[in-house]
T-cell receptor, first 113, second 111 residues
Framework: EPEVTQTPSHQVTQMGQEVILRCVPISNHLYFYWYRQILGQKVEFLVSFYNNEISEKSEIFDDQFSVERPDGSNFTLKIRSTKLEDSAMYFC???????????FGSGTRLTVV | SQQGEEDPQALSIQEGENATMNCSYKTSINNLQWYRQNSGRGLVHLILIRSNEREKHSGRLRVTLDTSKKSSSLLITASRAADTASYFCATDAGGAQKLVFGQGTRLTINP
């Protein structure tokens, strides 16, 4: 069964450093998403991406965050200057149809120290 | 107010018993989905029910949807130890291109 692949599975970074989280969505999917989950809390929407542009973003997704689909297979989330409160599990997801049939990756656990 | 609130927050039952989790939401929806998350792991899609459906089955899972009450329930029958996980409902919040998750129900199946 097709999978969404995320790398790395765990990343530790110093506060203020830039991080790039990588995702390979399912190849024929058209919609891409990032969500995050702070430990013990609910899963929160960050951003959705369709047709090479952001289609929706949450208030969490401020100027520190950016997404890119650089080569038609990867989908990345960049955090420019990490803060302690960015520590969370970040999930990538893709879907073939609008709001239907999401597949989530296993997540990247980001720890900012 | 929060979209997609589950109750109970935690549920502990004996293996073989049925587990029922409930979800309430605030806005209109096109569909509602249930996900499972094992501790520290990713989200696994369990079942999707559309707003014009009232009940849906998948194996040992039964989902109901009452759009008049803006609520859904997930029933797991004949529970197994492997069903121990957190369960989340998620809605599309009226057609926005995102899912809004609830806080989840932590289900523990005791052998």
């Amino acid at each position: 069964e097709p999978e969404v692949t995320q790398t790395p599975s765990h990343q530790v970074t110093q506060m203020g450093q830039e991080v790039i989280l990588r995702c390979v969505p399912i190849s024929n999917h058209l919609y891409f998403y990032w969500y995050r989950q702070i430990l013990g809390q609910k899963v929160e929407f960050l951003v959705s991406f369709y047709n090479n542009e952001i289609s929706e973003k949450s208030e969490i997704f401020d100027d520190q965050f950016s997404v890119e689909r650089p080569d038609g297979s990867n989908f990345t989330l960049k955090i420019r200057s990490t803060k302690l409160e960015d520590s969370a599990m970040y999930f990538c997801a893709s879907s073939g149809q609008f709001n239907y049939g999401y597949t989530f990756g296993s997540g990247t656990r980001l720890t900012v120290v | 107010s929060q979209q997609g609130e589950e109750d109970p927050q935690a549920l502990s039952i004996q293996e073989g018993e049925n587990a029922t989790m409930n979800c309430s939401y605030k806005t209109s929806i096109n569909n509602l989905q249930w996900y499972r998350q094992n501790s520290g792991r990713g989200l696994v899609h369990l079942i999707l029910i559309r707003s014009n459906e009232r009940e849906k089955h998948s194996g040992r899972l039964r989902v109901t949807l009452d759009t008049s009450k803006k609520s859904s329930s997930l029933l797991i029958t004949a529970s197994r130890a492997a069903d121990t996980a957190s369960y989340f409902c998620a809605t599309d919040a009226g057609g926005a291109q995102k899912l809004v998750f609830g806080q989840g129900t932590r289900l523990t199946i005791n052998p």
